[in-house]
């Protein structure tokens, strides 16, 4: 068995999400989101993938029939770096793939002439929209609400970003449904910057395969 930490995204959880326990066991869609690689509160937290290039269509139950999880294959952060889809028509012609590592199989999709082994470094999370991929399948061993600070990009505006170092874990038994956050647009009393909710991180432990 191999334990990994995921992040369920509130956005993710409100919008179509199940609620889980600890001890249940779930099937889930991850990608590896590398925007936190230069946050040193998370890297407790951040993963390493590394494994085969496999393309999707040669995958048993790759997920592409309607109803299976997934996401987009797409530019989900840096650490991912996926490449893919859109643009020129003179750009390389891509197909889906993923990449395969000690239970977890995650979007890799670039074109090809393929690296027989890729390396993806980033957050695990859990996205379930439009594209399709293997879910990776898990018992749940721990639950954390993460709290995260914000604070307005600049002075006046009305744009907020995460601040790097402010993130608090609050154990729990369960996946809330909904999260809690203060109005980032309104004047906050207390010193300090504006809290919200921001989904939960999960220690899953799957099996290798």
């Known amino acids: 068995m191999a334990l990994w930490k995921v992040m369920y995204a ?6 179509c999400g199940e609620p889980f326990a600890v001890g249940d066991e779930v099937a889930w869609p991850l ?13 407790p937290d951040l993963s390493e993938i590394e494994g085969p290039v496999v393309a999707l269509d040669t ?3 790759d997920g592409s029939e309607d109803g299976g999880g997934g996401a987009d294959y797409g530019d989900y952060g840096a650490g991912a770096d996926y490449g893919g889809g859109g643009g020129d028509e003179s750009e390389e012609p891509w197909e889906p793939s993923v990449v395969r590592a000690r239970g977890v199989t995650v979007p890799w999709n670039r074109p090809r ?3 027989e082994r890729a390396r993806l470094a980033g957050l695990l999370t859990v996205e379930r929209h439009s594209g399709r991929w293997p879910d990776t399948v898990g018992r749940v061993r721990a639950i954390h609400v993460v709290t ?7 002075e006046g505006s009305e744009t907020y970003a995460p601040v790097p170092g402010e993130r608090w874990l609050r154990p729990v038994e369960a996946c809330p449904k909904w999260f809690r ?18 989904g939960v991180l999960v220690e899953l432990d799957v099996r290798e395969t």
């Not at 509130?10 to 919008?15: G, L, R």
Request: glycine fraction near 12%; proline fraction near 8%.
């Open 10 to 15: 509130d956005w993710q959880m409100e919008c």
């Open 31 to 43: 990608l590896v989101d590398g925007d936190r690689l230069d946050d040193a509160g998370w890297a």
């Open 59 to 61: 995958l048993e139950g």
């Open 113 to 115: 002439p393929w690296p």
């Open 148 to 154: 995260q600070g914000f604070a307005q990009t600049v």
């Open 181 to 198: 956050g203060e109005d980032l647009s309104r004047a906050r009393m207390e010193p300090g910057n504006p809290r919200q909710e921001t």
